[in-house]
């Protein structure tokens, strides 16, 4: 859902700022084929965004007065540029008469898309719910900022610079944002790191002082595609494949669930799903395994299921001692 926002906004930008493009332009643009293409400009039409199909070969345009403005400038650049009335004064004999009126609109521009994101940050506040890390202050303002500018960056698919908290430490990184993935209670970014040069998670939560950059970048589709399919870890990747079974108290929410990787789902008889997946990233499987408790079973390998086992036996053993 996070992915087609982003498109949507993407399309409303590049109408605007080619009127005319077609629907092969703009799914090269987005990324995309042209029946998705297609697709969404349905969805905008029904939240009725005024653009229209000018007819074959024509592309698609604006009607009416409806606009954004995605200036995205940083506040040095719009400080810079409103510098410009201090000294057009002295250059204004140099200048054509419109000159003065296009500069008036401009920072007219600027300032409605201020507010307007000031608006959409407000909005955004009463749509995403995301935990605080027990050592950091509440600042719910801070988090939707962070989003907000998370968000224009990917739209525009421009490179951000920010202080990433890890280890605890603060380290300056550049990434190209490619998309958010909602966790449980946080938020996590997909985005390409300029310094490891590699598709990294970031958690958003851990995102300070954003500032987005003027360099622009293409998303690689292929890192995209491989990320899920390399280990974390760094070493060669080693494919395994689960086989596990989940009671009929769990099947609902597990049918329920969004997956990065798509599994296959197996009713058997007496309620009971097969779920079968290939992975190569084993702990967070096992990590998200155990909210289901003895309503899922790992089947196959046996060596995760004896893993497993180990752990359960553990937590007896702490349960059963007494607390100090």
Known sequence: MTDRLIRLMRIITLVQAKPGILARELAERCETTERTIYRDMEA???????????????????????????????????????????????????????????????????????????????????????????WQNEN????????????????????????????????????????????????????????????????????????????TFRKDDFLLQNYFRTPRDGKATEWIAFKIRFSPNAVEHVMQQ??????????????????EVILSDDQELLTWLTQYGPNAEILEPKEYRNRMKECLERWQQVYKQAPT
């Open 258 to 275: 969004q997956y990065l990787v798509r599994p296959l789902l197996t009713s058997e008889p007496g309620g009971t799903l097969l779920f």
């Open 140 to 215: 719910s303002d801070m988090m939707n900022s962070t989003l907000v500018t998370l968000l224009e960056a990917s739209i525009s698919q421009n490179t951000i610079e920010a202080e990433y908290l890890t280890e605890g430490k603060k380290i300056v990184i550049q990434i190209d944002p490619y998309s958010l993935i909602p966790r449980e209670y946080r938020f996590d970014l997909l985005a390409y790191c300029h310094q490891s040069e590699k598709l990294r998670r970031f958690q958003v939560g851990r995102l300070q002082n954003i500032r987005i950059l003027p360099r």
């Open 44 to 134: 905008l039409s029904a939240m009725h965004i005024p653009i229209a199909n000018m007819g074959h070969g024509r592309g698609y345009m604006f009607i009416s007065q409806f606009a954004m403005y995605p200036l995205n400038w940083s506040d040095d650049e719009a400080a810079a540029f409103m510098h410009l009335a201090e000294v057009m004064e002295h250059i204004r004999p140099l200048l054509k008469p419109a000159f003065e009126s296009a500069y008036e609109k401009v920072i007219a521009s600027s300032q409605k898309n201020k507010t307007e994101r000031v608006e959409w940050s407000e909005h955004i506040s009463g749509l995403f719910k995301v935990g605080i890390p027990v």
